[in-house]
Every structure is written in structure tokens, then in C-alpha cells.
């Protein structure tokens, strides 16, 4: 038996071995995302020449996500997951390398967008492979792992790029990327088993629109928004609320750290708690949407306590919510299929990312911050009340 026909065939977990290069893969994709995205306003070369510019630089790598993903998921359906994966990483490296090459402004976006287009086709390749190279018994913890790892990227992308573009510029950081992304491939190459497409039934486009509205699909997807959409939020406004309560750089700071620590470190937790029975998909993510609205409204609150107690909550909410979310959107979803939905659940992810931010600024300019922190608190609560209801009705249905 081909190591291809054990890993589609047998249900027994796959071996840790397998599973490092996908977690090393999330980190890759979440440290490119942030390791950039933080330092490109500090960069004071001719790359950056207006706030217009940063703008237009930030937006590449998540518009990219936000238009592919999806393609690239059903790309993997159809020619497996492992392929789409790999080349994925190998474009990642190549683009990060091209700004090494060339080091001039029209580069650095060329470059931008080439890893934004490369990591929207290895991180729901990534998300599909650990569904299925691991029985569903064992999905919550292997999602709550790789989650743990992305997380630990987001974590060290500001503060590690930071350094290195100190040390030697962004030329250096590319350079730090290309080396990651072909190590990650080539480790990928050795180790991943191959996975081929599974045969499906003719989908047309109505049946699709069926399967993204159906409360399996939906509910898992919009809870998963919506923890994106406060951990944004959080990220970057939380630094604000401090500053404007006379905090400095290094108490913000803490607290951004806080909410990212919290967010990796219950992940695998959650994932272990749902795998064992101690906690359902449905009751997890519900408590994940009350937390993190509860951590939201704690911004509201001046001074450091208000602000730290903002961050740990926030990180709470969202690591329970983001495994179970993946978890869920694995057992509802054919196997054949995986590729597409994760692609699917990731463009709302993105959304989320976009839209939480743009709610609390819109509210912000209008009224106040803390109006804006409640805004979306109260937009959470509403979600986890229409999200236990929806699958509810998903759970009676089935």
C-alpha cells in the first residue's frame, strides 16, 4: 500500500512527523502577513512615500487572500491538496526572493502580491490536509495545534521582523521569508504523504450556493469572522485606548502580546476538550463569542486594568472559537470537499480581519472609541445568539 492510499484510506492519525511541516506552513503564512504588514510603516526608504502607499502595500497581501483563496481550494479538490500546498510554498519563496533580487519600489508590490497570491494557496491546503490526514475524533486537537502555531506567528511577525529589518532592512526580512517558505516546501516535499482528490458528484453553481448557505457551513464560518474581526480590532486599537490614557509603548505593547498569548495557548486546549467530549462545537463557540464580546466590552474601561483584561479576554474568546470553528467545518464537510470550504471559511476569516476594524473606526469617528468597542461587542452577541440557534436547527435537521 502507497503512503498515498494510507493516508486517504486508514482512519488512524497521522504520525506528529507529518503534521509539523502543515503547522510550520500556518506560521509561515501568519509571521509573512505580519512580519511586513508591522514594520512597512517604520521603513523609510523611497518604498514608502505616503500613508497612501502603507495603505495600498498592506491591503496587496489580504486582497489577494480575500480574491484566491477560494479558486485555490477547489484547485486542491481537483488535483490534490498536496500539490497546491507545495507550489504554494515554492511562490512564496520566489516572491519574497524577487524583492531580495531587485530592491526597488515597484518590486516591493510585485513581491507583496505574489506572497499574498502564494499564501492563499498553501494555507487552505494546509487547513484541508490536516482534516484529512487525521480521523475526525481527533480534528479538534490537531486544529487546535496548528492554530497554536499560525498564532505563535502573528506573535513573533512584528517583533522578529522588527529586528531583522533593523539589522539589515526589508531586503533582509524577504530574504528571511524566501528561506522559510523553500525550507517549509522542501520539508513539506519529504514528508507530507500524498493525498489524491477524492471522486465527487457534478456540482453546479446552485448546489454550491446551497452547501455555503447551509447552517453547517455558515455558522462555523460567520463565528470564525467574527473572532477574526475582534482580534484585529484589538490589535489595533488596544494600543490606542492605552495611549489615550497616558500608557506608554511598552504597556501597549504587553497587552497586544497578552491577546496573542491567550489566543495560542487555548487553542490546543479547546481542540483537546472537544476531541475528549468535555465540550461541543456548538457550546464552545457560543461561550468563544461571549468571552470575547465580555473582553471587548472591558476596552471600554479606562487605565491598564481595563485595557490588559480587554486583551486576555479577547485572546480567550477567539483561541476557543477558532479551532472549534475548523473542527465543525471539517465534520460537516465531505471529504472530497475540504479544499473548497476551507478556502470559503478563510475568505471570511479575511473579512472579518477587514471588517472589524472598519466597524470600530467608523463608530470611533463618529461618537467615541469605547462607542465603537461596544458596536462590535454587541454585534458578537447577536452572532452567538443566531449562530447557537442556526446550528441548532442544523443539529435537528441532520
Known sequence: ???????ADTPQAAPRRQMWPLYAAGFTTA??????????????????TSLM??????????????????????????????????????????????????DSPGWLWAARLGQGAAASAFSPSASALV?????????????????????????????????LVWAGGLRLLFGVLAVLGAAVA?????????????????????????????PAFLAPTAALAAATAALSAGVGFLPVSGAATGLGTVATGAAVSVLAGCAALVQPKAGRALDAGRLTARGGITAGLLITAAGLGCATLPGLTGILSAAALIGVGTGLITPLGFAALAAATPAERLGQTMGAAELGR??????????????????????????????????SVLIHLA????????
Request: charged share 10%; glycine share 14%; aromatic share 8%.
Open 1 to 7: 500500500m502507497t503512503s498515498a492510499q494510507t493516508a
Open 31 to 48: 509571521f509573512g502577513a505580519h512580519g511586513i504588514a508591522a514594520n512597512l510603516g517604520g521603513f523609510s526608504e523611497d518604498a514608502i
Open 53 to 102: 502607499v502603507l495603505g495600498g502595500l498592506l491591503a496587496l497581501y489580504d486582497g489577494a487572500e480575500v480574491v484566491l483563496k477560494p479558486l485555490f481550494g477547489t484547485l486542491a479538490d481537483r488535483i490534490g491538496t498536496r500539490p497546491v500546498l507545495l507550489g504554494g510554498l515554492v511562490a512564496f519563496a520566489g516572491a519574497s526572493f524577487l524583492y531580495v533580487v531587485a
Open 131 to 163: 482534516a484529512r490526514l487525521n480521523p475526525a475524533a481527533r480534528h479538534g486537537r490537531a486544529f487546535g495545534s496548528y492554530g497554536f502555531y499560525k498564532s505563535i506567528g502573528y506573535t513573533l511577525g512584528p517583533l522578529l521582523g522588527g529586528a
Open 186 to 214: 522542501v520539508w513539506g516535499a519529504l514528508t507530507v504523504p500524498a493525498v489524491p482528490p477524492l471522486p465527487k458528484a457534478r456540482q453546479t453553481v446552485l448546489d454550491l450556493a446551497r452547501r455555503l448557505v447551509n
Open 350 to 383: 479575511e473579512l472579518g480581519d477587514a471588517g472589524g476594524p472598519l466597524l470600530v473606526a467608523a463608530v470611533a469617528t463618529l461618537v467615541t472609541l469605547a462607542h465603537g468597542y461596544a458596536a462590535l461587542a454587541l454585534l458578537l452577541v447577536l452572532g
Open 391 to 398: 446550528s441548532r436547527r442544523s443539529a435537528a435537521t441532520a
